[in-house]
């Protein structure tokens, strides 16, 4: 994955299940790619990625790499 302009990335890691959760944040969790606890992704941080990280942000635990 290419970095974007300013070259911060971050990465996203499911920390607690989406079963039970309400269907937006089910889709948007399988949008970023996740489908499995413990499972993580590595994606630009752009302000559509950090909307979607916000949604779900207390199933997901986050960390910025460079």
Known sequence: MM???T???IKIEL???FIG???NQV???KA???RKIHQSVIKDANPAILGMVNTVSH???VEEIS
């Open 59 to 61: 199933l997901v635990k």
């Open 27 to 29: 889709k948007t969790l």
């Open 7 to 9: 070259g911060k990335q």
């Open 32 to 34: 970023l790619g996740i």
């Open 15 to 17: 920390v607690r299940s």
């Open 21 to 23: 959760r309400k269907p």
């Open 3 to 5: 970095a974007n302009k």
